[in-house]
Each structure stands twice: as structure tokens, then as C-alpha cells.
């Protein structure tokens, strides 16, 4: 799958990418009240297409640096603000792998691929 193929309401099985930036986490209190951590992770694949997966709950993305490659495995994709975003599903997760040169380096992204 491609970060083009994803529609909003779609779920998103497996995809490999890379990650490009991770945000600082901010505090966000829910609906219900509740308080818990998002973070932001923008990410690429190989076609150097970019979309934001969102990472929720104290601790979730700590580990993420940019370039890294990362497999998310039981995402779904959700209209916020106009944009596609990624977030995980219950038993999604997202796992670093090694980086087989198939996704382009970040520095990719700055000249227009």
C-alpha cells in the first residue's frame, strides 16, 4: 500500500515508511475528560509521498527518530482538518526495521521527488 491509496475511513492493514519528523508530545484532554499524550509523527514511503500518523497515549512514539524506517501495522486513516492522518488501531503498532534502501532519504523530500 501507498500513502496515495489511503482514503479517509479506510483501514490501513501494513505500511512501510520512513519517518521524516516526530513532534513534541502535547497533553490533550479528551471528550470524556480524560488526559492523555499525542504525538505526531510525519512520514514518507517510497513514492516520497508524506502523511501524519497520529500516536496516542503517554510514552507512544518515544522511540521514533527521523530516518528511521518503521512497518505500522493495523492503521486507519481519518479526515482531521482538511488532511488524511494515520492512527492506530487497537492492536496496531508500529515497529523500527532495518533500512533496505527502498524509501528515498529525507533529504529527498527537499528536492521535490
Avoid at 16 to 29: L, N
Wanted: hydrophobic share 35%; proline share 5%; charged share 25%.
Amino acid at each position: 500500500m501507498r500513502i496515495s491509496d489511503i482514503q479517509a475511513g479506510q483501514n490501513v492493514p501494513e505500511i512501510t515508511v520512513r519517518v521524516v519528523s516526530v513532534s513534541p508530545p502535547r497533553i490533550i484532554t479528551t471528550r470524556g475528560g480524560r488526559k492523555t499524550q499525542l504525538r505526531e509523527v510525519l512520514v514518507m514511503d517510497s513514492s516520497g509521498a508524506t502523511i501524519v500518523l497520529s500516536l496516542w497515549g503517554f510514552g507512544s512514539g518515544d522511540e521514533l527518530k527521523g530516518g528511521q524506517i518503521v512497518k505500522i501495522t493495523d492503521g486507519w486513516a481519518k479526515e482531521w482538518q482538511g488532511k488524511i492522518q494515520l492512527s492506530l488501531g487497537r492492536a496496531g503498532k508500529v515497529d523500527v526495521i532495518p533500512d533496505d534502501g527502498s524509501i528515498p532519504p529525507i533529504s529527498d523530500l527537499s528536492k521535490g521527488r
